[in-house]
């Protein structure tokens, strides 16, 4: 399966900063077209990133949507919006958007659907918190966002869905999941998603990991069998860093 590194810029850079980063970004990874490469900025800089990598092997996306197409929605951008500005895919449903701003498994499922209604492809975030792991109820909880957050996707549908494991204790903490415990849950997620589309669905959907991926170890978490990339944050913000875990495996 091909691999997949996505970067999630979060709440950092100016548009400024950001071209300045993919600009050497594309340089640092020229020739390097063996797997998917990806930049989520944040809204600001989309559409002046989309010109500087245009023609290149990095691909645009957003850290969010909405599910509306248009209408009174203060502040929120819609999969067209995103479409008409370079962008081929949205990471959906992070922890963080969860934690802050109260996203639910509901509508999570709502700017899925939204999305693939315009062929926008989704990064699916899931993961559990320390206490959930350590109650032996991280299989549940995981579980049933993705059956919540799926509810309603048809297999085909299922060509544009990434799904990224998060573990939330690992998220920006400098914690990793070891990789067998990536793995486990990998595994697991799979197994789920053969559940809710199919066998040949589920093997075709890239599973990433996230949480604290850096330089030095992404290179044995690549070499799990059911880990087929990776959602890279505080190590994407510089453009060196990013390049060294794009090409560490």
């Known amino acids: ?46 559409e002046e990133i989309y010109h500087v990598i245009e023609g290149t ?73 320390e206490e959930m792991r350590d109650q032996a109820k991280h299989r549940d909880f995981v579980e049933k966002e993705l059956e919540d957050g799926l509810k309603n996707i048809s297999s085909s549908d299922a060509k544009m869905l990434a799904v990224a494991y998060e573990p939330i204790w690992a998220i920006g903490t400098g914690q990793t999941a070891t990789p067998e415990q990536a793995q486990e849950m990998h595994a697991f997620i799979r197994d789920r998603l053969s559940v809710i589309f199919d066998q040949k669905t589920a093997d075709s959907i890239r599973i990433l990991y996230g949480g604290s991926v850096k330089p030095d170890n992404v290179k044995e978490l690549m070499s799990q069998k059911d880990i087929n990339g990776a959602l890279v944050g505080g190590a994407s913000l510089d453009a060196e860093s990013f390049g060294k875990i794009i090409k560490g495996f």
Not at 11 to 28: D, G, W
Not at 81 to 103: D, P, T
């Open 1 to 46: 399966m091909r691999p997949f590194i996505a970067a999630n810029w979060k709440l950092h850079k100016t548009v400024e900063e950001s071209v300045e980063t993919a600009a050497r970004l594309k340089i640092i990874i020229e020739g390097v077209n063996d797997r998917d490469i990806l930049v989520c900025p944040p809204f600001t800089a989309l």
């Open 57 to 129: 092997n990095i691909m645009l996306g957003a850290q969010d949507v909405f599910w509306e197409e248009e209408g009174a929605f203060t502040g929120e951008v819609s999969p067209e919006m995103l479409k008409n500005v370079g962008c081929e895919y949205v990471i959906i449903g992070h922890s963080e958007r969860r934690k802050y701003f109260n996203e639910t498994d509901e509508t999570v499922n709502k700017k899925i659907r939204a999305s693939f209604a315009d062929e926008l492809k989704v990064i699916l975030c899931v993961g559990e918190t």
